[in-house]
């Protein structure tokens, strides 16, 4: 079982960045792949970024290849997503999420745990 807590959501200019952090409970946080997902309003969950176990790997969605960034910290118990160059359509609600499976996923029915989620909100 692993408990997912977002933070560092907020609202940010055109063009700013903020960095979102996930801090999960038990010991076996390194053995998880980890993904960010959002949903903005009106519209359904999708993908964002992953990274393996040790964070060696990473696949991000096309729409913020070159301006996000995941990261996680094992020794922490943490995942992050620095977001760069933000623009008004990167405002969503985010989440992070633990891989139940195998391999490089995007799809949410790979991820079995799942944080609240934070709110982002870009400004124009």
């Known amino acids: 079982q692993v408990q997912l807590v977002e933070s560092g959501g907020g609202l940010v200019q055109t063009g700013g960045s903020l960095r979102l952090s996930c801090v999960a409970s038990g010991r076996t946080f390194s053995t998880y792949a980890m993904g960010w997902f959002r949903r903005a309003p009106g519209k359904e969950r999708e993908f964002v970024a992953w990274?393996?176990?040790?964070?060696?790997?990473?696949n991000y969605a096309d729409s913020v290849k070159g301006r996000f960034t995941i990261s996680r910290d094992n020794a922490k118990n943490t995942v992050y997503l620095q977001m760069n160059s933000l623009k008004p359509e990167d405002t969503a609600v985010y989440y992070c999420?633990?891989?139940?499976?195998?391999?490089?996923?995007?799809?949410?029915?790979?991820?079995?745990?799942w944080g609240q989620g934070t709110q982002v909100t870009v400004s124009s």
């Open positions: 990274t393996n176990w040790s964070g060696a790997n990473t």
């Open positions: 999420a633990a891989q139940t499976g195998w391999g490089i996923r995007r799809e949410i029915s790979a991820f079995g745990y």
